[in-house]
C-alpha cells in the first residue's frame, strides 16, 4: 500500500508539473543591476530600473513621487536630529503600514490603465519565474505581491542588520557587531549621510533609498554569502554543467545523490566530523551507480560567519579522498538550513536541465535523516519558504530519501537575505 501511495504522489506530481502553464522560463534573460545580492533578493526592483518605461512610469506617478521626495525629507531630517539613536534614523527608511498601502492602491490602479506595467508583469516578472510560488495568482496579484515580499525583505534587513533584532536563525545570521556600540552606532550614520547627501542619485524611485541602505547595511556587516562563487556555472559548476548535456539519464535509477552538510562547531576543521559521515553515507549511494551526479549543499554557516564554505570543502574531499570526477559534482554553496538544501539543490537541477520528472536522493546521517522525512519538515517548509521545496517520497534506508525537486523553489524569499 505505501508503495502505491508514493507512486501516486510521484504521478500527480508529474502530470501537474507538465500540464500546468510554466510560469517560467528557462531561456529568459533576467534582469540585473551589478549587485548580485540585490537580484537575488530583490528582483522585482531590479527589474524595475532596468526597464526604462516601467520605471519613468513609475518616478512620473505623483503618488510614487510624493512618496520618494518624503522619504528624502525624513532621512535628511533625522541624520540631524536623531543624534545617535539608531531606531529614529532607520525609521525614516521603513516602510510604514499606511504607505504600504497607498502604494498598493496605486499599482492596482496602474496594472488597470497601463499596458506597458501589464506587459512588465506578464513578460518579466512571470518568465523570471522569481516569484514562481505567486504563478497562479493574476497579473496584478502578482505584481503586489512581489512588492509586498520586497518591501518586507527590506525592512527586515534593517530591523536585523541595523537595529540588532534577532533573526529566525540568531547563532548564523545575525548582525556582525554590537548595535549598542558607539562605533556601529557611528558608523551606520555615516553610511546615511554617504547615500542620501553624497552618492549619485541614478534614479528617484520610490523604493530606491530604502534599497540602498538595506544592501549598504548587509555590506557593513560583511553578509555577502550569498554572492560569493557567483557565477556558479562559470566558476565551480562549469564543468559539471558541459558534462551533464552528455549523461543518459534513462541509464540510472536517480537524477542525483543530494548530500547535506553539517558544519563544523570551531574555525579550524573545514568539515565536521558528522560532515564527513554525511560524505561517506552519499558516496556509498553513487558508488552503488544509482546516480551519475552528487550534490553537494552547504554553505558559510557554522560557526558564526564562518571561514569554510561547506559546499566547496565537501566538493574537494569527494574529488581528494574518494577520487570522484570534478565532472560528476555539483555544488550549493549558499544553503544555510535544511529547507534550502532542498531548495537550492531543485533550483541547480532546474538551471541546468537535469530532468525534473526523475527521483534524486537526499542522504544525511540517520538522525538528520530522520527529520527530513518527517512530517515537521514539511510543515516547517511551509513557515519558512511557503512552499514544499521538494516532494518527499520513499524511504530507501535509515540516511536516505527519494524526493523529486519542486519548480516553485526558483522563488526568492528575501525575509532570508543571506539564502534567499
Known amino acids: 500500500m505505501r508503495k502505491i501511495i508514493y507512486l501516486l504522489l510521484a504521478l500527480i506530481y508529474i502530470s501537474g508539473y507538465s500540464q500546468k502553464e510554466k510560469g517560467f522560463g528557462l531561456d529568459y534573460p533576467s534582469s540585473k543591476s551589478g549587485s548580485v545580492i540585490q537580484d537575488k533578493n530583490f528582483y522585482l526592483l531590479t527589474a524595475i530600473q532596468n526597464d526604462k518605461a516601467v520605471s519613468q512610469l513609475l518616478e512620473k506617478n505623483s503618488v ?74 493574476t497579473n496584478t496579484e502578482l505584481l503586489l505581491k512581489a512588492w509586498q515580499l520586497c518591501a518586507q525583505g527590506m525592512n527586515r534587513i534593517m530591523k536585523v542588520y541595523g537595529l540588532g533584532e534577532a533573526p529566525q536563525y540568531a547563532k548564523m545570521d545575525s548582525v556582525s557587531y554590537d548595535v549598542r556600540s558607539e562605533f556601529y552606532k557611528g558608523s551606520v550614520f555615516l553610511w546615511s549621510d554617504f547615500l542620501h547627501n553624497k552618492k549619485p542619485k541614478g534614479n528617484t524611485l520610490f523604493f530606491q533609498e530604502s534599497l540602498e541602505f538595506s544592501l549598504s547595511l548587509l555590506y557593513m556587516n560583511h553578509r ?111 544553503a544555510r538550513h535544511t529547507t534550502t538544501n532542498l531548495r537550492n539543490a531543485a533550483r541547480l537541477m532546474i538551471a541546468y536541465q537535469m530532468p525534473l520528472d ?23 517548509c511551509m513557515e519558512e519558504l511557503g512552499y514544499l521545496p521538494a516532494v518527499i517520497l520513499k524511504r530507501l534506508n535509515s540516511t536516505a530519501i527519494e524526493f523529486l525537486p519542486n519548480a516553485e523553489s526558483l522563488h526568492q524569499n528575501p525575509i532570508d537575505p543571506l539564502d534567499p
Open 64 to 137: 510614487f513621487k510624493t512618496i520618494f521626495e518624503n522619504h528624502q525629507q525624513e532621512i535628511g531630517n533625522k541624520l540631524t536630529s536623531c543624534k545617535d539613536s539608531l531606531s529614529c534614523l532607520i525609521n525614516g527608511y521603513q516602510f510604514e503600514e499606511k504607505e504600504l498601502k497607498n502604494i498598493d492602491e496605486e499599482l492596482q490602479i496602474l496594472m488597470k490603465d497601463e499596458k506597458v506595467l501589464q506587459d512588465f508583469v506578464k513578460n518579466n516578472l512571470r518568465n523570471s519565474g522569481k516569484y514562481e510560488n505567486f504563478k497562479n495568482s
Open 224 to 334: 555577502d554569502e550569498v554572492a560569493r562563487y557567483e557565477p556558479l556555472e562559470e566558476k565551480e559548476n562549469k564543468k559539471t554543467i558541459a558534462h551533464i548535456k552528455k549523461i543518459d539519464f534513462d541509464a540510472f535509477d536517480y537524477a542525483s545523490v543530494l548530500i547535506l552538510g553539517n558544519g563544523p562547531e570551531n574555525y579550524q576543521d573545514r568539515l565536521s566530523a558528522i560532515g564527513k559521515l554525511n560524505l561517506q553515507l552519499g558516496v556509498l549511494e553513487y558508488e552503488a551507480k544509482k546516480a551519475p551526479l552528487i550534490i553537494v549543499s552547504g554553505g558559510h554557516t557554522h560557526p558564526f560567519r564562518a571561514t569554510f564554505c561547506e559546499a566547496i570543502e565537501m566538493k574537494k574531499e569527494l574529488m581528494d579522498v574518494h577520487h570522484i570526477s570534478e565532472e560528476n559534482i555539483l555544488i550549493d554553496p549558499f
Open 358 to 380: 526523475k527521483k534524486s536522493i537526499v542522504v544525511t546521517n540517520s538522525n538528520h535523516s530522520n527529520y527530513v522525512g518527517n512530517a515537521n519538515f514539511n510543515a516547517r
